[in-house]
């Protein structure tokens, strides 16, 4: 178990030059770091440590399990750190495709460092704000309807019988949705806006993303009444149907 007050950061790549490289800086930054170059024992460690790990950096391709099969085992897991996914891939269905299986935020390479660090803090940072406890005064960051109640702060969308964790990326959906109640919202704009996608082409890679928030929000994911596809379009979102 490691001991040390620094946040830890679990770097799970298998290219050692790339891999020392974030070591180096990361722990340059004040962190603490482990490494792990191979995908079964990457995911082996990750299921069964007992550090407090406060953010992965995770390749998306690894010998052994890749890295969309460990967040998705991670999530299924019920193991909520925040993953930030780097990839060689930049179409949007691979993008999406890591996204869908749990990560809160992606990295094309080759990256900037400085990129990195800061999508990382930023990481660091939401996950602090939802683990503190808002003043009393505050009013709490949180869209109700229909008997469901998404909060935002905790990331958790809450609706009758059960609870569900959101990942950062399913939040920043759900609030771009909500605050566009009742206006077609096309699949561009959630692309390029919301998850930082572009695509000169409409692409329909979001549908997959989009089905999974129905089965959160939808009494019958098969019939929806709140999260509607506008056919050829995009999507609208309706609180009160």
């Known amino acids: 178990m490691t001991e040390s007050k620094a946040p830890l950061i679990a770097v799970i790549e298998d290219e050692e030059h790339l891999a020392q490289g974030l070591l180096f800086n990361l722990q340059a930054e004040g962190y603490a770091t482990h490494h792990e170059a191979d995908g079964d024992a990457a995911l082996a460690y990750l299921l069964n440590t007992q550090d407090n790990i406060a953010a992965?950096?995770?390749?998306?391709?690894?010998?052994?399990?890749?890295?969309?099969?460990?967040?998705?085992?991670?999530?299924?897991?019920?193991?909520?750190?925040?993953?930030?996914?780097?990839?060689?891939?930049?179409?949007?269905?691979?993008?999406?495709?890591?996204?869908e299986a749990g990560a809160d935020d992606y990295l094309p390479k080759p990256f900037e460092l400085s990129i990195l660090l800061m999508r990382l803090k930023s990481l660091l940072r939401r996950a602090a704000?939802?683990?503190?406890?808002?003043?009393?005064?505050?009013?709490?960051?949180?869209?109700?309807?229909?008997?469901?109640?998404?909060?935002?702060?905790?990331?958790?969308?809450?609706?009758?019988?059960?609870?569900?964790?959101?990942?950062?990326?399913?939040?920043?959906?759900?609030?771009?949705?909500?605050?566009?109640?009742g206006q077609i919202v096309p699949r561009k704009d959630i692309l390029e806006q919301v998850w930082r996608v572009h695509e000169d082409t409409d692409t329909r890679a979001i549908d997959n993303f989009i089905v999974r928030l129905r089965r959160y929000i939808e009494d019958d994911p098969g019939n929806p009444q709140h999260l509607l596809t506008v056919r050829g379009i995009g999507y609208r979102f309706i609180a009160n149907p």
Do not use: S
């Open 129 to 181: 704000w939802q683990n503190t406890a808002a003043p009393p005064e505050a009013p709490p960051d949180e869209y109700i309807f229909d008997h469901r109640t998404i909060r935002f702060d905790a990331l958790e969308l809450v609706a009758p019988n059960r609870t569900t964790h959101l990942t950062l990326m399913e939040a920043d959906l759900l609030r771009y949705l909500t605050d566009r109640e």
């Open 56 to 99: 992965i950096v995770l390749d998306c391709m690894l010998p052994g399990t890749d890295g969309f099969a460990i967040v998705h085992a991670l999530r299924e897991a019920k193991r909520y750190t925040p993953v930030l996914m780097l990839t060689a891939r930049t179409r949007p269905e691979d993008i999406l495709e890591g996204l």
